[in-house]
């Protein structure tokens, strides 16, 4: 398996096809959340693996070219604060995580049940939490593509560097 | 009844192929095994009727065992663990402590309180009866129609809260462990 070239032509046409399709899978199972079985985990997940495909097929690098970990981290950093600050909007219903756009509260904009706006700030928080699953787990994986090239081309001046705990300084 | 067949062969499987996955010597059949777990758990829920818990149960495990068999094949050192006296004393203990607590959850000496029969918990058959509520009220409250995303963001959203911490402190750690400033300072040095 090389490393920074990437797979094979076949799977890297086949991902170029299919990874578009599992993104856009992933953010309707976590819009549709409140409306049928998914949600933002699921949708996250899913998500986070097209970019895993990404990096799997293609290498690092080329991945690192879109997104980089640090970004990923952007993004699962501001979902976080995100929904937190949605649960605090919640005060303008009184109290943390009231959800007050909800179909009994004045500030409903919701239509029916059943619709996609519906359900107050459950979409929102599943939207959130999507951000949030997707970012990290993609950054994660990239970071641990990124660690284990790096272990390997420092190989010849650097051969063990030590980490506290010992994780993973044995790959050469 | 046929159904309750179906999940209890599922179990087996389960257990067979845990059993496999402590015992073999291979590491990445030993992570194939944990994954076979995991995929017959997604199909015991979907029988079960939680078709929000099959879809997070299969996508987790399909990211997880990419990973799991990424990182096996990147590195192949496996130790067999020594069996000592001390190791067998300890683990017929915990057989022990889970087939006396599995005997009086059952009512074995004929106690009141057992565990509740199959296919109706607690929550259910408990006196308020919390779960026909949720199922009643989620609608003209919450707006949802998916009740378990109302249950997990609106009525018990602090449980979400703290689950959402609890990925965010483990990838901190994550990238806190894999950054690589640290390691070009300590390969320089």
Do not use: C, W
């Given at each position: 398996m090389n490393q920074h070239h990437g797979m094979t032509l076949i799977v890297k046409n086949t991902t170029r096809l299919v990874s578009g399709f599992i993104a856009v899978f992933g953010v309707y199972v976590a819009l549709t959340g409140h409306l049928s079985p998914g949600g933002g985990f699921a949708g996250g997940v899913i998500l986070a693996s097209a970019g895993i495909l990404v990096v799997l097929a293609f290498g690092r690098e080329f991945s690192q070219r879109l997104v980089t970990e640090t970004q990923y981290h952007l993004y699962d950093s501001s979902a976080m604060a995100a929904m937190i600050i949605l649960a605090l909007l919640g005060y303008l219903a009184g109290g943390f995580f009231v959800n007050f756009m909800n179909a009994t509260s004045p500030q409903s904009v919701g239509e029916s049940v059943g619709r996609l706006n519906s359900?107050?700030?459950?979409?929102?928080?599943?939207?959130?939490i999507l951000v949030k699953v997707a970012g990290g787990l993609a950054g994660v994986f990239l970071a641990l593509a990124a660690f284990r090239a790096g272990g390997r081309s420092q190989g010849a001046d650097a051969p063990s560097v030590a980490l506290p705990g010992g994780a993973g300084e044995k790959e050469d | 009844m046929g159904m309750e067949l179906f999940i209890l062969m599922l179990i087996a499987f389960m257990l067979a192929a845990s059993l496999i996955a402590i015992e073999t010597r291979d590491l990445l059949s030993s992570v194939i095994a944990m994954g076979a777990v995991g995929f017959a758990l997604s199909v015991i829920d979907l029988l079960a009727g939680a078709p929000d818990l099959a879809i997070t149960q299969v996508v987790v495990e399909v990211v997880s065992l990419i990973l799991l068999v990424r990182v096996v094949t990147a590195r192949e050192e496996t130790q067999p663990v020594p069996s000592d006296a001390l190791r067998t004393a300890v683990t017929l203990l915990a057989g022990g402590i889970f087939l006396a607590v599995a005997f009086f959850a059952f009512g074995g000496a004929g106690g009141g309180a057992t565990v509740p029969p199959f296919g109706q918990p607690v929550l259910t058959s408990a006196n308020p009866g919390v779960s026909a509520d949720y199922l009643a009220r989620t609608?003209?409250?919450?707006?949802?129609?998916?009740?378990?995303?109302?249950?997990?963001?609106?009525?018990?959203?602090?449980?979400?809260?703290?689950?959402?911490?609890?990925?965010?402190?483990?990838?901190?750690?994550?990238?806190?462990?894999?950054?690589?400033?640290?390691?070009?300072k300590e390969a320089r040095a």
């Amino acid at each position: 398996m090389n490393q920074h070239h990437g797979m094979t032509l076949i799977v890297k046409n086949t991902t170029r096809l299919v990874s578009g399709f599992i993104a856009v899978f992933g953010v309707y199972v976590a819009l549709t959340g409140h409306l049928s079985p998914g949600g933002g985990f699921a949708g996250g997940v899913i998500l986070a693996s097209a970019g895993i495909l990404v990096v799997l097929a293609f290498g690092r690098e080329f991945s690192q070219r879109l997104v980089t970990e640090t970004q990923y981290h952007l993004y699962d950093s501001s979902a976080m604060a995100a929904m937190i600050i949605l649960a605090l909007l919640g005060y303008l219903a009184g109290g943390f995580f009231v959800n007050f756009m909800n179909a009994t509260s004045p500030q409903s904009v919701g239509e029916s049940v059943g619709r996609l706006n519906s359900g107050g700030t459950i979409p929102l928080f599943n939207l959130a939490i999507l951000v949030k699953v997707a970012g990290g787990l993609a950054g994660v994986f990239l970071a641990l593509a990124a660690f284990r090239a790096g272990g390997r081309s420092q190989g010849a001046d650097a051969p063990s560097v030590a980490l506290p705990g010992g994780a993973g300084e044995k790959e050469d | 009844m046929g159904m309750e067949l179906f999940i209890l062969m599922l179990i087996a499987f389960m257990l067979a192929a845990s059993l496999i996955a402590i015992e073999t010597r291979d590491l990445l059949s030993s992570v194939i095994a944990m994954g076979a777990v995991g995929f017959a758990l997604s199909v015991i829920d979907l029988l079960a009727g939680a078709p929000d818990l099959a879809i997070t149960q299969v996508v987790v495990e399909v990211v997880s065992l990419i990973l799991l068999v990424r990182v096996v094949t990147a590195r192949e050192e496996t130790q067999p663990v020594p069996s000592d006296a001390l190791r067998t004393a300890v683990t017929l203990l915990a057989g022990g402590i889970f087939l006396a607590v599995a005997f009086f959850a059952f009512g074995g000496a004929g106690g009141g309180a057992t565990v509740p029969p199959f296919g109706q918990p607690v929550l259910t058959s408990a006196n308020p009866g919390v779960s026909a509520d949720y199922l009643a009220r989620t609608a003209e409250q919450t707006g949802a129609s998916n009740v378990v995303m109302a249950i997990v963001l609106d009525y018990r959203a602090y449980d979400t809260l703290g689950e959402a911490t609890v990925i965010f402190v483990s990838i901190l750690g994550a990238y806190a462990i894999l950054r690589r400033v640290g390691r070009r300072k300590e390969a320089r040095a």
